[in-house]
């Protein structure tokens, strides 16, 4: 199975902006569907945004979209989130999640979609 890594999480003013990657290794990354996922404290975890393979698809949950951008270097066998506008309520535990599949163009947006998950990279915005 892929082994995933967050970083880039931290403190940031509303309004502000703040990227996170995720960092894969273990299996050919571009076999992998990618996604992010994010969970408040007392609330359930969350779909944020997902990736096709190629890159080439994105998918977005409402609240972040406009605002928050996926993307992927299979080169680096990396993906990233990048967060502009924040608000106190994107703060949560931001989770990378992998999905081994043979679609290339496909993206994921459920929890059970995803069989590999990172350990969180804490993100908190200040009002």
């Known amino acids: 199975q892929v082994q995933l890594v967050e970083s880039g999480g931290g403190l940031v003013q509303a309004g502000g902006s703040l990227s996170v990657s995720c960092a894969a290794s273990g299996r050919t990354f571009s076999n992998y569907a990618m996604g992010w996922f994010r969970q408040a404290p007392e609330k359930e975890r969350e779909f944020v945004a997902a990736?096709?393979?190629?890159?080439?698809?994105?998918d977005y949950a409402d609240s972040v979209k406009g605002r928050f951008t996926i993307s992927r270097d299979n080169a680096k066998n990396t993906v990233y989130l990048q967060m502009n506008s924040l608000k106190p309520e994107d703060t949560a535990v931001y989770y990378c999640?992998?999905?081994?599949?043979?679609?290339?163009?496909?993206?994921?947006?459920?929890?059970?979609?995803?069989?590999?998950w990172g350990q969180g990279t804490q993100v908190t915005v200040s009002s």
């Open positions: 999640a992998a999905r081994n599949t043979y679609t290339v163009g496909s993206v994921y947006a459920r929890l059970n979609d995803y069989g590999a």
């Open positions: 990736i096709s393979r190629s890159g080439r698809s994105t």
